[in-house]
């Protein structure tokens, strides 16, 4: 084993445009001693073949790990013996293909710093990068990185409603970009010119609700229709040749998060409350009706997938859950993902993988086989809440984080950054993760647990008890733990709950803001900000809204239903601590700035600016 580690060493520092090649030319080499043992053709090679001897024999790291399992040099052959250990060479030959398989994991490619988050992302046909930001600007990046540009081009076509912003989806639609936004419009624009051609609304029309316009997902279909999903609770097909809407899905009682497309006539979406629902559109007469209605979740589902290559597809929600659904319906598996809210799911093309991405700042590369569970085959940490996702046909992914910047990552060793970048990033990656990670006690020592509540309860005999508990808890178990350990009669726990529920509201929260925060526009035109926190009771929250702005409770309804469609569509904010940077991973990035010709001064000084961000320090400095 150790052998073939340093075999693998010696292959890895090789240029990139080699690598490549020799690790796609071993990795068959040694598949086909796996699969095909007493076939003599795969025990023997001629070194004089050009490709062997370009890919080979001229690499010494790949030589090397030929030699490691067994092979030997006979003139201008490499030959197995006849008479090798089967077991022995078939272990080795599994070490090294589980070492090769490591050289074609995804690294970091190349990563772009935006003025304001970016909520959602794609690849264009020509690989340059789409993203739509809460500024309400659709933007298209230069993918390669000679090309140092920031931008090919920005517009700002969305509207900021009711306090409410941002570009929600973006995407292909033949030779134009297709943007969404919480205004409710959707936006075709013509790529030569960045100038938008076309414009539709629909979402929110005659409904009650607040901001019921915005629309959440989107997925273009056949080139020339885009499926819509919106808080307003339905979902719109339309033809975007003719500018009409083809059909109104109605049947979600919360907001349509997600939406995929099987063909161009079956259709699922995932709603806020936690229903998958297929439908199937037929032509004679023209309808779209439900053909399956799911609820096996039990949290809203935020992202939707069809997994082509192995034939699934695939819903992942707020809870962190991931299942595995039949193109008819039914569920296949189910598996806890992540260890939260998973934003976003998408396919790897071309494969029987897909990726996902959460606010527990991870990517997980996910591989089906079948009748067997999903397996992770690869987790990239990432500074940050990850946003949104994006794939391409060539296996890159597109990840956008909380941290306001953009990376594409990718398995083709041609297309990784730097490793010295790579190296920086990676570092970075583990100081945001040991930073965010539970502290570790050892044994005999109690951990200092930090709560988000401190509620004093006035005891008998004039005495103050301190009921605590973090957002985590159940109330209606804390109630009971607190009853049973003051020795209290059992029928006070509802009364109890009640209680808390009231102070939870005016209780100081240890972060010291709201996980919620949202305009509401009420129908009397006057513009009010809504907050509350994780956990709170929505009855509460909402009593003490009417209360405090001396509003009427016919408001009631229309307020619940606003803050179980803002819960389901956005989860709490973080208030996540920035990694820091070491001294020397500091220096490995200056290092890097000033080899390019910069002065030291000038880019440390573009570094601190850009929080030692590489990519957006190097635009400053280029531009």
Known sequence: MADLEAAISMLRSEPADKLADSV??????ISNLSSGW???????????????????VQIPGALSILKGIGFVEHGEELHLEQDADKDIVLALVAEALELLEALGSYALSRSWGLDSECRTCAFMDDENVLVGCQDNSVQILPRRREERSSKVCKQS???TIRGVSGVTCVGMCKDSVISCGKDGAIIVWDVPTCTPRLRLCGHGQNSTLTNAQVISSAEVISGSRLLTGSWDTTAILWDLQKGTQVAHLKKHEMAVLAVAALSESIFITGGGDGHVIW??????????????????????IRALAVVNGAQCVVSVDNKGMLFVWTFDGVVKHRINAHSSYIFACVEIPETNC???????????????????PPTCKQTIII???????????????????????????????????PAAEIKAFNEICVAFSQANQDVFVPQGQQATVQYDYEIPL????????TLRFTKSDDIHEVAKRFIQEHKLPQEQVDELVLYIRKEMQSTVKRSGRSDY???????????????????DDPNVVADQFLLQHGLDSSNKPDILAFIATAQSQQAPVRNTPAPGLSAAQQDVLLGQVVSMGFAMDRARDALQKANWNLERALESLLN
Request: hydrophobic share 25%.
């Open 24 to 29: 796609r030319i071993l990795t068959k080499i």
């Open 38 to 56: 007493d076939n003599p053709k795969y025990r023997t090679l001629r070194t004089t073949n050009e490709k062997i001897n370009k890919n080979i």
């Open 157 to 159: 076509g969305h509207e």
């Open 279 to 300: 439908w199937k559109q037929s032509y004679d007469p023209l309808e779209t009706s439900c053909i399956r209605d799911t609820a096996e979740h039990t949290a809203p």
């Open 354 to 372: 897909c990726v996902t991405g959460g606010d527990d700042g991870t990517v997980k590369i996910w591989e089906f086989g079948g009748e067997t």
């Open 383 to 417: 500074p940050g809440e990850v946003l949104s996702l994006g794939s391409h046909n060539n296996g890159d992914i597109l990840v956008s984080s909380s941290d306001r910047i953009l990376r594409a990552f990718s398995r083709n060793v041609t297309r990784h950054a």
């Open 458 to 465: 006035q005891m008998s005999g004039g005495r103050t008890e």
């Open 517 to 535: 925060t949202f305009p509401v526009e009420l129908d009397a035109g006057r513009s009010l900000q809504i907050e509350w926190n994780h956990g």
